[in-house]
C-alpha cells in the first residue's frame, strides 16, 4: 500500500514574516492529515521552515541540490549541507531547472543520484512541453526522462523518494491536465517501473504537478495511479495547501 504525498513548492517566493504567518496558520490547521507532507522552500528559509515545522507531521525539503559534493562549485549547494539544515527531501528536474537552466535527463539523473547518495529523499519530476504533447510525443518524452534516472539509480532506490509528473503546460498556466489525461500517463509511468522492478513499482509514489488546487485535488487524488500531489502556487496559501493535503485517500495501491 501506497501512503499518499504532498509537497509544497514555493519556487522563489517567501519572506520571513511570510513564512512565519505560512507556517503559524498550517501549524493550526494540519493535525490528522491523512497525507505525508513535505515543503519544499528556497534556500535562505530551509533553517527556519525546519523549526517551524517541528510538532508537525511535515518535513522539510530543498527545490534543487548540486550534482556534486562539497568544493570548488560556487554557488551550488550539496545535499550533504541540505541535510544540515534539516531537509530529508529535495525537488530535481522541475520543468522550470529542465527549461530556464537546460538540465538534461542526464543531469536530472546525476542529481537523483546524489540526492539518494547524501541521505536526502528525491522527487524526481518528469513531464512534457505543450508542443510535445501536440505532436504525440508524451509519452516518449516522459519515458526518456525516467529512463535516465532508472539508468542511474535503479527502481528500487526511487521507493526511498517520490516521481512527479508535471505536464509543462498545465503548471501555473491555470490549464490542468484532466483526471484522465493525467491518469493515462501515471499509469504509463507505473508501467515503465514495473519493467524494471515490479515490486518497486506498487510501492514507489507518483504524485501530478500541474495547477493542483482545493477544487480539483480530490478527483486527481482518486485516480488509482495519483499518489498525491506537488504543488506550486496554492501552496503559497496555507489554507489551501492543507485543503490540498486533506483531499488525499488514506491510501493507494
Request: charged fraction near 20%; glycine fraction near 10%; hydrophobic fraction near 50%.
Amino acid at each position: 500500500m501506497r501512503r499518499p504525498l504532498v509537497a509544497a513548492n514555493w519556487k522563489m517566493n517567501g519572506s520571513i514574516a511570510a513564512n512565519e504567518r505560512w507556517l503559524a496558520d498550517f501549524r493550526a490547521a494540519a493535525n490528522g492529515l491523512a497525507a505525508d507532507v513535505v515543503v519544499c522552500a528556497p534556500y535562505p528559509y530551509l533553517a527556519q521552515v525546519w523549526v517551524g515545522l517541528k510538532g508537525t507531521q511535515a518535513e522539510v525539503g530543498a527545490q534543487d541540490l548540486s550534482e556534486h559534493r562539497a568544493g570548488a562549485y560556487t554557488g551550488d549547494v550539496a545535499g550533504e549541507m541540505l541535510v544540515d539544515v534539516g531537509c530529508r527531501w529535495v525537488i530535481v528536474g522541475h520543468s522550470e531547472r529542465r527549461a530556464l537552466h537546460g538540465e538534461s535527463n542526464e543531469r536530472v539523473a546525476a542529481k537523483a543520484s546524489r540526492a539518494l547518495d547524501a541521505g536526502l529523499r528525491p522527487i524526481v519530476c518528469i513531464g512534457e512541453t505543450l508542443a510535445e504533447r501536440e505532436a504525440g510525443r508524451t509519452h516518449e518524452v516522459v519515458r526518456a526522462q525516467l529512463d535516465a534516472v532508472l539508468a542511474a539509480v535503479g527502481a528500487a532506490a526511487l521507493e526511498r523518494g517520490a516521481i512527479a509528473y508535471e505536464p509543462v503546460w498545465a503548471i501555473g498556466t491555470g490549464r490542468t491536465a484532466t483526471p484522465a489525461q493525467a491518469q493515462e500517463v501515471h499509469a504509463a509511468i507505473r508501467a515503465q517501473l514495473a519493467a524494471a522492478d515490479a515490486g518497486a513499482a506498487r510501492r514507489i509514489r507518483v504524485l501530478y504537478g500541474g495547477s493542483v488546487k482545493p477544487g480539483n485535488a480530490a478527483e486527481l487524488f482518486a485516480q488509482p495511479d495519483i499518489d498525491g500531489g506537488l504543488i506550486g502556487g496554492a501552496s503559497l496559501v496555507a489554507s489551501d495547501f492543507v485543503a490540498i493535503c486533506a483531499a488525499v485517500p488514506r491510501t493507494k495501491g
